[in-house]
């Protein structure tokens, strides 16, 4: 069983540009989150993918989107990068369902310049 | 809205003393309350869940819906407890929504 493995670890992009974070779940996971952790704050909800569908979205802008696919890895796009982008981004991957447990990657780290 | 507060952020003890990491939470319904941790250089991971009603590495939390709390606690602090600590709460919709607390930074000195 693997567990949630995030690419890249780090990278740095400038203001404007797009950026595309990766994430696999763990081994038979349906269900991915995406949250964003700024420097000393708990992460923040950012979108849920159950089965390739969106599964519930928080306070972020649409330049913020995702993808599921079919084997279930999932991406988190940004738009038009802003200064404010610079966080953690986490994925954390479930069997869905409020019970189930959730297991997050090591996280991206996202510089903004 | 739902909301989850631990008013500190950092949080010193010695070793071999109590610890107890408040948390409270705003939630119309009732929620999931969890405890997630993140030891240095670690992923975040699951501590416990209220719904478990489970003791993990000594720890416990008890929730108290008349307080909205959620606070936890260990009786003896050990050195390796040192580490990040969330507290979350979801809603019982299906899947897990988290909205996390800011988080307290428990430190177990020697």
């Known amino acids: 069983e693997t567990g949630v493995t995030q690419s890249p670890t780090h990278l740095i992009k400038t203001r404007g540009q797009q950026v595309t974070l990766r994430c696999s779940s763990q081994s038979g996971h349906n269900t991915v989150s995406w949250y964003q952790q700024a420097l000393g704050q708990g992460p923040q909800f950012i979108f849920q993918?159950?089965?390739?569908?969106?599964?519930g979205r928080g306070n972020f802008p649409p330049r913020f989107s995702g993808l599921q696919f079919p084997n279930y890895s999932s991406e988190l796009n940004v738009n038009a990068l802003e200064l404010d982008d610079s966080a953690l981004y986490l994925c954390?991957?479930?069997?869905?369902?409020?019970?189930?447990?959730?297991?997050f990657g090591q996280g991206t780290r996202l510089t903004v310049v | 809205a739902q909301r989850v507060t631990q008013p500190e952020k950092l949080l010193s003890v010695f070793k071999g003393a109590p610890v107890e990491l408040k948390c409270n939470y705003s939630y119309s319904g009732s929620p999931e309350l969890f405890w997630y941790v993140q030891y240095s250089r670690q992923r975040l991971q699951l501590l416990l869940r209220?719904?478990s009603r489970e003791s993990i590495k000594g720890f416990t939390a008890d929730l108290n819906k008349g307080e909205t709390s959620f606070h936890l606690k260990k009786p003896f602090a050990q050195e390796e407890d040192s580490a990040m600590y969330y507290c979350a709460l979801s809603g019982p919709s299906y899947g897990q929504n988290f909205v996390f607390g800011p988080g307290t930074r428990l430190s177990v000195l020697p």
């Open positions: 993918y159950y089965r390739e569908e969106e599964n």
């Open positions: 954390a991957s479930s069997l869905g369902g409020a019970l189930t447990e959730a297991f």
């Open positions: 209220h719904i």
